[in-house]
């Protein structure tokens, strides 16, 4: 490419600024030739080889010395960086509006949690009376409610992520929907197997391969597979004001999983709408990972230190 670019540029005419005007370049008076005298060479002074050989010693002497010091300036320099205390991170801030949006989310979810477990109460209260049909449609609504109460609280998690500093209490509360739908569908498994033993064994059967499959798909789309953390979002933003645009707005696709600083990146070439927002809607709409050519997603140590070093 760089070959063709080069032959290119070649090909083109390239005109002055007067030409480009319509004036005509003037015409340079010759020189006139001037006959220079002869110069009358001047005797050299003739140098003694031993001064000669003492010079460049002395001139080897500094260069050396110049080297070794040049070598322990680095290596102090190389001393201090190490033991200098990295700065910690700032934590992230908790807006007003990120308060509000987040904490609406989270009590829909808590209220979809609720009507499942009623759904649930619902669906053994049915078992009971032998009412196998509406047992099954109690079930049903009992795991609808319980995935997307928890898509709710992912989204919210999104937007306001825990703040605590204790890994265990992270993952209780990003995980939170995983633990309704345990309350929300044990019980029920639990009376099935204690209570439910006068039921017709084949209807027993489906009842329960039923409940199990509507369990486990609730469970799976309720586990957050990749939770945020407080450092992801601070080092997303910081990365997106210090090297995205003066707004720090980000950029992305419907389908795409990755939030881009330029809309011009290769990775979009092919891709005809691009979605613009802050990087809290990138990360409200799952888009929390970085591009690897315009974010510094390839870089191991997050964005921030990727763009910074030059990668």
């Known amino acids: 490419m760089e070959k063709k670019k080069t032959q290119k540029a070649l090909e083109k005419k390239i005109i002055t600024a007067a030409e480009a005007k319509g004036e005509k370049p003037k015409k340079a008076d010759k020189p006139k030739k001037t006959v220079k005298p002869e110069a009358v060479s001047e005797p050299k ?3 003694e080889p031993e001064a000669v050989v003492e010079a460049d010693e002395v001139v080897e002497a500094e260069a050396v010395a110049e080297a070794e010091v040049a070598a322990e300036a680095e290596e102090v320099a190389e001393a201090e960086e190490v033991s200098k205390p990295k700065k910690a991170a700032k934590p992230l801030a908790q807006t007003p509006e ?10 829909a979810a808590i209220i979809l949690w609720v009507a499942a477990i009623i759904f649930e109460v619902g669906a053994i209260f049915m078992l009971n009376r032998a009412e196998n049909t509406l047992c099954i449609v109690a079930l ?14 992912k989204k919210s998690n999104r937007i306001s992520p825990c703040m605590s500093e204790s890994k265990f209490v992270r993952f209780i509360w990003n995980q939170m929907g995983v633990i309704a739908c345990l309350v929300a569908f044990i019980p029920f498994g639990i009376f099935m197997l204690t209570k439910a033993k006068n039921m017709d064994p084949k209807m027993k059967k489906i009842i329960a391969i039923v409940a199990a499959v509507l369990f486990i798909g609730a469970t799976g789309a309720s586990i957050d597979y990749n939770p945020v953390t407080p450092e992801d979002v601070k080092a997303a933003e910081e990365a997106a004001e210090t090297h995205g645009n003066a707004d720090g707005i980000v950029y992305w696709t419907r389908w795409g999983k990755s939030y881009h600083f330029d809309p011009e990146c290769q990775a979009l070439s092919r891709s005809d709408t691009l979605i613009e927002g802050t990087i809290d809607e990138a990360f409200e709409a799952k888009r929390h990972d970085p591009c690897d ?14 763009l910074t070093d030059g990668k």
């Open 98 to 107: 990120k308060k509000k949006r987040s904490g609406g989310l989270r009590l």
């Open 293 to 306: 050519f315009c974010a510094g997603g390839a870089d191991e140590n997050g964005p921030v230190e990727a």
């Open 45 to 47: 002074d003739v140098v």
């Open 140 to 153: 049903v609504l009992d795991a609808a409610c319980c995935i997307v109460g928890s898509l709710l609280w």
